[in-house]
């Protein structure tokens, strides 16, 4: 199987299955991640439009971002390790959430800075570098077609990821790029169907393994693990 064909993981932030706000999230992305199963969209089809790319990924904060298995490495092994992770980690916290527009496209964001949550992901980036990879020629020409800075750059060529380390910025993306003048309706929008949501004292205690089968496939749930224990809460979709 060629490397690009093969699937890829991701280690993601996302609350539980039966969680309010991953149910919100679900039905205004016409997907839930949790399940490999097709649902009925009956949204609008502005709004299927406006969420193409995060319908495919699944509601989630990034906090490694999707890669290839390095040859010999099992994802027996990493999911293994991550579980052994999640036992030696206390929640992180985020607390309430906001929505804000990011670089054009709308996410949930904590409503004040949280700064454990950079330390948090950077221990995630780091630890699991090693079931990564290495970029091809092809991922690293498609990732330098968008706008990256010097020390973006230099993140992605070490890590397959520009927005790592000191660029890290907490964030559950809800729409692609939104025109100007689609965003104050979107923003209403948003805010109607997640307002009930946002105050909540959100924690990261959760980690989510998450499986691509192909290039082509939505992004799943592999597997769920509580901080401070080995436990799955999800097993293989």
């Known amino acids: 199987m060629s490397e690009q064909c093969g699937p890829r993981y991701a280690i993601y932030y996302t609350p539980a299955r ?25 949204r609008p089809e502005a709004e299927v439009r406006l969420t193409a790319e995060p319908r495919r990924y699944g509601f989630h904060a990034t906090l490694k971002a999707p890669f290839r298995m390095r040859e010999g490495a099992l994802v027996e092994d990493l999911e293994q390790a991550l579980g052994r992770f999640a036992a030696s980690r206390s929640p992180c916290p985020i607390g309430p959430l906001r929505i804000d527009l990011l670089g054009g496209f709308f996410a949930l964001v904590p409503a004040s800075p949280i700064p454990t949550l950079r330390g948090f992901a950077t221990h995630i980036v780091e630890e699991f570098d090693q079931f990564r990879a290495p970029m091809n020629a092809p991922e690293l020409q498609r ?36 025109p100007e003048d689609r965003r104050a309706a979107t923003r209403a929008r948003l805010e109607e169907m997640f307002e009930p949501h946002l105050s909540e004292d959100y924690r990261i205690d959760t980690l989510s393994l998450f499986v691509q089968e192909h290039r082509d496939a939505d992004f799943v749930v592999r597997s769920q693990f ?12």
Not at 20 to 38: E, I, K, M, Q, Y
Not at 155 to 172: C, I, K, S
């Open 143 to 178: 990732r330098l077609q968008s706008p990256l800075d010097e020390t973006e750059t230099a993140h992605l060529v070490q890590w397959g990821y520009p927005y790592v380390l000191n660029r890290f910025r907490f964030h559950m993306t809800l729409t692609d790029r939104v």
């Open 18 to 42: 039966e969680h309010p706000l991953t149910v919100a999230a679900s039905s205004w992305l016409g997907r839930n991640a949790f399940s490999a199963d097709p649902v009925g969209d009956a």
């Open 226 to 237: 509580a901080l401070k224990t080995r436990t799955p809460l999800k097993s293989a979709v």
